[in-house]
Structure formats: C-alpha cells, structure tokens
C-alpha cells in the first residue's frame, strides 16, 4: 500500500527567526497526510532575515551544510523566496529531490490563473526575482510585480493597516491583469485565505505551495 | 485554527471508466491529510477512454455539466491529461477554482528539474500538448514527449512488459534532457514512485500533481 | 488549366443569426474569383451570439456536425472570432483544411505592420484571445487589445456613434503601437475600408482574412 | 457596393527574368476576382535570379525605385522569397499597403497548421530566412528548412526527377514536424497542389499567399 | 608573443559627415592598444545623415564598396545605429569579421544591467530598432526607447540645453527599468561618461562598444 | 582629454592556480592601451578549480570580499565561466561596474554570428550554462554546447592532442549551426586566434571578451 512507508520532508528557513519557523510549521500542519512529518528547521547562525544578493549567497551555503549534517530526508524545501541553496541542494550527490518556495510558488500560481503577480517585501529583491522568472522561462505569464517596503511578512497577519496594505498591492495587481498572487515571502499563509476571499484572487503561499508538491513527490514511496 | 473548517476537492474523471476512477481515488488517498475529502467521480455518460479531439470537447462539456449539478466543492480538478473542461470551469460564474491535471503534471516537473519530457499513450495527442505547452509559456523547458501507442494507463502497473516499455520511454527522454518526467494520462500513479527510482529521474504523475496543488488551495480555509 | 477545377469554400457561422451570416456573404463576395463558390452557412440551432467560453464549446461540436452531415468543400472556415471548432475540424479524418477567423485575422495583420492591436467586443472575451495568441507563438508582436462591451458587430456599420467607438478604439491601439488592427468579431466588415481610411492604418475584417487565405488554399486544384 | 471600385495589385518581381513574371501571372490569374488586376511586372535591370545577400539589397532598391516612378497601386507585393525592399516600400511616404511574399508564404503557413518547414533554393538563404523568422517573431513555430541545391524553382514544374527532389524534402520536413510546407522561392505555384496531394501537407506557395492576402487588404474599397 | 603582429580594424561611417568621423576617431583614440590601428574613414558620396530607411540600403551598398575598394583589414565596423551593410559584409566571401554598432551596443549593454534601454534620435527609426532587436533575439530585456527628435548627436556634447535633454531621456529609461542606456547613434561618445555619472546609470556609446569587441577579434592574431 | 585619466581594471580569478592567473595576465596585456591598467589577481584561499556548483557558491563570496578589502577599481571582471559572485558585486553599494566573463563571452559572440555554440569542460556544467543563457534572454541563438571532460583549458595550449580535441568540438558545434563559438573556460585564450583561423569560425576568449567591454566602461574617464 503507497501509504504505509512513512516519508520526512525537510523544510529549511535559512534565516534565524524561530518566528518564522514557528509560522511554516503552523502553515503546513493542516497539510499533513498521516505517515508524512514536515520536519522544520531555522538556521540559529543565519542571518534575521534574508534581505541582500549576500544573505541569500551565505543563506545558500548555509542551507547546503544543514542538509549535510543530518539524516537524509526524503524530500527538501529551502523555505525563503529567493530560493538560497536550491541549486547547490540539486546539485549534492545523493541529496533528495529539492523544491524552491519561490518556483513552487510561482508555478503553482500558473495552474491557477492566466498571469500572476508578485507582492516582495523590498524593492531591491525585485531585479533577482525577475531574473529567476527569466530563468524559469515563465515571463510571458508576469503581470507584475510590486513592493512593499517596510513591510514584513509577520505583521501582515496581526496588524489590520499592514494587512490592508497587501490586500491593496494584490487588488493591484489584479487590476494589472494578475488572476493570481504569489506572496513574496514565506511567513505570510495566515493572511492567504482571507485575502483570496478579499479580493477575488487565487492567492498563493510559496511555502504552502512547496510542502503541497513535496506531497506529491513522496507519494506512493 | 486553519485545519478546522472541512474542504472537499472534487475531482472529476471525464471518462466512464470505473477502475479509472477507483484508481485516482485510491493514488490520492496516501496524500489527504485530516479534515479533507477528495471525491472522485467519473461520468457514467462519457466515452471509455478520452482520445479524440471530439472526446475532449464533449468531456469538456460534460465535466462542466458535472460541476453544475452538484454542491459546489471548495476546489475542482479535471483528472484527464488533455484538460477537458478546464477553460470552462474557470469561466463558469461562482465556481471553485479549478486545476488542471496536465498543466499541474508540467509545471510541478518544472519544479523539479530544468526540463521535463512527456510520455503519452496516442501519437495523436502529442500536437495537442504542444499546443497546450505554447499557450502556458513554457515550451522552453520541454526536451522531448514521446508516445507509446497501444500501451493503457492501466496495464502499466500490471503487466511487467508494458511497464518496461514506460521505463524506456522514461530512461530515453532522460537521455533527451529531461530530469523530469509526466505521465501523460490519468491513472499510471501506481508506477510512479518504482519508475522514479529505476530511472533517478523525477517522476510526476499529473493526477496527484493537481490533488497537491488543490490542497494548497484549500489550506487555511 | 489551375483555374478550371471549381472550388467550394464552405463558411460557417456558428451562431444562428441569419443576418450575421448574410453580412459575411455579401463581404467575401467581391473577393470571388470565378470558379469559386463561398458558401455561407449559419447553425440554426447555435445561439444567437457567440458569448461565453460555453457557447464557444457547443459552437464548435455544432461546427463539426455541420461538416459531418454534408459533402466536402475543398476548403472551411470558422467564421467566428473565438475559432470555435477549429482543432476539431483539422483532427476530423478527411476533413478538408480549416482556416479559423481569429488565426487568419491576426496572421494577416502580421503581414501588414509590425504590431496588431484587436478590437474585442466583449471584455471577457480577451483572455481566451491571449490564450489563442500565446498557442500560435506571435504574442510579441501584440500592441494591447481593446474592448468595446455593449457594442455588436452590426450597429457598428450602421450607426455612426458606434462607429465613433470603434474609431477612437482603433486610434488608441494606434497609439499604443498597433500598425494594424484586427476587428476582433465576424460581421464588421461593412467598415474595414473606412476604418482604414479614418485612421491610417491597416484594418483587417478576419472573415476577409479567411476567405483570402482560402483562395490561396484551392488555387490551381 | 464594395466591388464596384477597381482595385490594382502590383506585384514586383525584382528579378529581370520574364518566365517568372509570366509564371507568377499565371498563377494569381485564377485567383482574380472581377474588378481587381493584377499587374506583374519585373525589373529588367535586376539580375537574373536574386541569389546574394548584394542581390537582395540591390533588389530592394530597384523595386522601391519601380514603384515611384508608376501610379500608385491600391497594394504592392516583393515577389521574391527574400522580400527585397519590403522596408523600404512601407517607410515609403504615401505608398499603398505592402506585402512581402516571404511574410504572407509564413504566415499562412502558420494559419494551415502548428509547424511549417521551409523548401530553400540554397543553402545559403537559409541564414537570410531564419534572421526574418527572427524577426517576425514566430519561429517557435518552425520546423524546420532544407535547400535543394541547384534546383530552379522552374524546373520543379516541368521535370520530374527535380519535382521528386522536392517531393521528397516536403516529406522529409514533414517527418520532422512541419505540417505545412512553404515553397522558398518565387515561381513553384506550379507544383503546389499536386506536392499538396502527394504528401498530404499543406503547402503554400508564397507568391499566392501574398496575393490572396492582398484581395482582402483591397477587399471593400 | 600575441601582441607583435599589428591589427587593423576598419570603422565606417556611412555619411559623408566628416566631423563625425573625426569624432569617431577621438573616441576610440584613448582604447587603442599599441599595435593596433583603428582607420576610421567616412564615404564622401553618402548622406549627411542616415534617417530614412532609404539611407540604410543606400549606405549598405556604399559601406560594402568601400571594403571591397581597399585593402582589407582585420576587423570591420559599421559606425551608423542601423548597422547599414552588416549584411552585406558578413555574407561578402573573405571579408573579415564584421561588428554593426548597433549589435556591439545593445550586447555591450546586456553586460553590465538587466535591462537596457535606446534614446534614439529619431521617431521613424524606433520601428527599425525594433525589428533589430526581435531579430537578435533579445527584445526580452529592453526597457523602452525613447527619441529625442531634432537633437543631433553633435549638439549633445556642446550645446547643455541639449545635454539636459538627454540626461532626462536616459533617467526616465532608468525609471522605466533600463539599467543601462545605448545611445541610438554614432557621435555621441563625448558625453557618455559625464551620462553616466550623472545617472548613475551604464551608458554605451555604441562605436566604442563595437570597437572594443574588435580589439577582442583581433587579441593574439 | 578623455586619455589622461588613468583607469584600473580588476581581473578576479576565483580560483588559488597561480598559472591560470598569469595566463589571464598575459591575454590581456596586448590589449591594453596606454593608461589603462588591468589588475589580475587570483584567490589563494579558493579552490584550485571552480567545477562544483558549491566551488561556484563559495568562490562567488571570495570574489566579494576580495574586491571589499581593496581600493576601488574601475571596473572589475570575474574571470571564471560560471561568473561568480556577479551578482554580489552588482548588488554591492558603491562597486565599480562589474562585467561576468560568461555574459562577455556570450554576447560577444552574438556580436559576431547569428548562432553560437559553447566548449565546456565537464559536462556537469552545461545545465548551469544553460540556467544561465535561459537568465539572460538569449537561448533563440544557442546552437549546442560541448563538454570535454577531462581536458584541462591549459593543456588546451601546450597539447597537440588536446588541442586536436577542442578544434573538432568546435567544428562540430559549426556543423550544428554555430557561427561563432565561446571557450567555456578562463585560460583558454592562447588557442584563440589558432582556433578561429583553423575552423573559420568566429572564436571568443571569455576573459578577453569582459576585459574589452571594461575597456569602453572606462573610455572618457
């Protein structure tokens, strides 16, 4: 039976915010089929947050390490938007398939509308983001993409005028001919639903999006 | 608390076939975390198999009357590897979101490797995957999509010499340029993971691509 | 002799407006060579306008049935925007080729300017055309697409403030690089030439542009 | 009524060979509507055939010359697969609608089937054709090119081991994709239909095309 | 030793503007390593300025002849934005290698930002650029192009009510994406650095782009 | 004068071999002019080859904290194929413009011929190059990449074998359309000019390629 052998996937936060940590294992609880664990972790000595072209070159390596110092899982998530590490984890003799939360995001926002947008929570992650989306081969299907600066992903959920901040970029966004929304940022799937509700839209959480294709990957092992 | 609030995600096999339709049911079930139902359905009125072009116009139809005559479910997926329907579930007024099991199949290969390759069961529904791979944007990252005609989704996981013949299939689009490869067809989930491992290549099968992605749909509700 | 063989081009209106389909007879008639038959056919028992992604469903089986339930033509188009049964009539065994209007419209207006831009008459109506225009690979040479809700394709030969609309929708596609404009819908012909003339630009009718391309089609059967 | 107004097409060909001018004649004659003409003319200056890239350069100058020096037609067509001069006819101030061979002989190419292959005269075109299916922004779409070396496009229509060379490179493209053949040089309208029988392809002789697209450019004035 | 056999690299400028090509020369003056000439000669019999579409194929003839007239040398520029005669040069039989600056510009520009964008100096020649840039293959990356009608090349460099004029155009391309502007013609190196600086953008000067990857061609000869 | 200012340009190789480091001195040093400075410097502390995706993620950081600890060049290059840290040092604030030898490389050949090919050294590295080519908008002119694995870019220079082995990689990429060919590798430049007049195909040193775009970076300073 594809159900009896029980399946780890690993989600790594490269960033050092139990925080965060705390609010992606929150966020893919709902999601877990029974004899599947979501194993997830921060990385103590990372940086607070994953914000400069350097954070997420350390971030990378530092997500390499961590996944080299423990059992093997079977799947890996790196669980920060500008993907850190993806490419040295596929690239690791033996490692597990590896998901990034920013292409899982964005590709799971392409099988639910014609054209997606991005909301980022800095305008210079904007260039790197659109870069990846080049590289993805998926920039015919951009609408746009828009910054919040100043804002971070943990307020979205318990602060009303941060909140209405994003709901207005995404009904933006909207306007600007996306039918889904990719959230930036992992930490922010406590505000997914009600701002699909809100607005209209298919709103995607990278994370969220990442653990539900690991699903997949592990099934029937 | 996110888990609470019950979703059902309904998906719906265009064809009449009733070991089809059991066979999704039981590939999705490993995958369905408390607090979900997925509800397989097949159409008692639609042809055996979904083959022609005039097949997938008529499943389109009839998928959509499907939906129409029933309590509106919290997310929908067409279960038929051409889609049938899926333009018109999403234009239908007040309907849930709805996923495509092909295009859910390509884009959570291209989460998984930098090109995927295609294993159809008629040569003739190649030219209609292609056209659908144009429409999504992503016909950069195909490397090739081959055909075994005469092979049925279901003696796949039955008969040892058509399951070699999917293996092969596999293994030459790998030596193609693929690193990941869909099951073209609804129904070959039971070969997934052992063709995975024969091959070390990724291996996606489209049904349980969509039943991910619609869990994600769902979290948080 | 080339010439001698006659030649019958079948036109289909999918919808069941008896004016509609007189319209398209009286434009394709000053483009018949001699020899030639366009013969203008309209489905009775389709819609009176093709609207809905659902009508575009059931447009194209009723498209299909009609070729089945009468002898070939050397050569058939869909004469409507949407292309309604157009892969069903090339995948139809023997069949005779088929030209859709929206392909042949946006094809021609390639021919003419570097940038096209369409006139839509329904706002729903334009992702289903960016889907189209994606499958046919020419989305980088689309200027914007404009639509006009409210408007139908016959007043605007009638009735002069809606041809105002049309104009002033013409000129802003000129504006926003569009060299040629494609009247996005059968029955507009009536103000092709004028349109052209007003504006200073290439306006294509995609019946016409069907019908020409026909031409080339039977030419020396 | 639309057809009351005479309308001329002027087709240049920039070569100074007369059997093609008079080829190209005879096959747009079964295509005339009553009240249109066709005028065909070539350039007695020009070379012989328009073989180098100087030929093509040289040629465009010639036509554009041409045309300033008669009447203005109600449209213009390059009758030369290289479309020596199109640039230069639409950056002309006041000139009519101009239409080059090798864009119209693609184009509809395109509106037949989902890929098109190219029939080359010389390997040496081959660079030149691919620099404009660039440049069209459609080459997605093509199959593929093959050049039959000393083959003249005369000849195909009148020997037959040069007409099975040709039959055998349609069938060849065919087998790698193209579902539609574009005869690569002025004067083969000859063998288009009967090399449309033989290999059950679409083929579109570019000429033809151009003609057929200019009828509905002229269609109403 | 590489550096002992001497290298020439013809730069043409296809007007007869002598003060441009005298400030061609300037500009590549302080880029000229020792044994390496670059001979930088106007054609007398050419337009003051190439602006029509006309002057691009007549200049295309001219700057061929003059290869053909002389000596030849180790590399070859075309020193005008509509990269006249590149073409012709590339397809002449043992001509050397041949830069158009345009190409040189654009591809220097891809270098050093993401995103690029053009100050033309000429609204008609928008369309030209256009067309170049699809036919590289590299439209994805432009930002926009802005003209500046009326302003010479030569008056930026003397004239600061000029100059303003195009520190503005470039900062509202920077707005628009570009991280590095091209300018759209010949002549302008003089004010490329002071542009730069006061941007804060990349600026190439087209002609010095092309030059330096000539230097590149003839490294080791 | 625009000579007089006397510029630096900074040539980081990111590995420890001090051979390779003088070899990229030694390419440079014919193209430099007067008052222009290209610093070479390699990493003691990185590996002795870049070949691993984790060599290219570490050297990408040393790359960084080299140009950090140093005063301010002009330019800088990262003169290793896979160009690490160039993204680092294009986020870094204050930095001089910084050119990555892939990118040089491969838009110099753009400059060159209408298609390219490339000669690796392992074949691991092609999906990383072609990761790359997808990022920078270019595949259209991609004709194919060769791996040589086992052959070391220095034996290239020294080993008639060797050499013998590059030289029919290269002509094999012509014979699959490439017209120019980029070496996939630092210290390959001395083969260069042999390469190309051998093959008669254009043939582009990654290193000499970024060292004369830096040149017009700093012409007029």
Redesign the interface.
């Known amino acids: 039976?594809?159900?009896t052998t029980p399946a780890e996937i690993l989600i790594i936060n490269p960033n050092s915010s139990v925080a965060v940590t705390q609010g992606i294992a929150?966020?893919v609880?709902?999601?877990?089929?029974?004899?599947v664990t979501f194993t997830c972790v921060g990385l103590p000595e990372g940086p607070a947050t994953i914000s400069?072209?350097?954070d997420v070159?350390?971030g990378?390596?530092g997500v390499?390490e961590h996944l080299r110092a423990r059992p093997r899982p079977d799947a890996v998530i790196t669980a920060c938007f500008s993907d850190p590490g993806l490419?040295?984890l596929?690239?690791e003799p033996g490692a597990p398939?590896a998901?990034?939360c920013q292409?899982?995001g964005i590709?799971?926002a392409?099988?639910?509308a014609?054209r997606f947008g991005i909301i980022a929570l800095s305008e210079?992650s904007i260039?790197?983001h659109?870069?990846?989306i080049?590289?993805?081969?998926?920039?015919?299907?951009l609408a746009d993409e828009l910054a919040l600066p100043g804002v971070s992903a943990e307020a979205s959920g318990r602060d009303e005028a941060v909140y209405a901040l994003v709901r207005e970029a995404a009904a933006e966004l909207g306007r600007r001919g996306a039918g889904a929304i990719v959230l930036g940022c992992a930490g922010m799937?406590?505000i997914?639903?009600r701002l699909a509700a809100d607005t209209g839209l298919?709103v995607?959480?990278p994370v969220?999006?990442?653990?539900?294709?690991a699903?997949?990957?592990v099934?029937?092992?």
Not at 134 to 141: I, K, L, Y
Not at 208 to 213: D, E, G, K, W, Y
């Open positions: 039976m594809p159900a929150a966020a609880a709902p999601m877990t089929p029974p004899g400069t072209q350097e070159a350390r990378g390596i390499l490419d040295l596929r690239a398939p998901i990034g292409e899982a590709l799971s392409l099988a639910l014609d210079r260039p790197r659109l870069r990846k080049a590289q993805m081969g998926v920039g015919s299907r799937a406590p997914r639903a298919a995607v959480d969220c999006a990442a653990a539900a294709m699903l997949a990957v099934q029937g092992r």
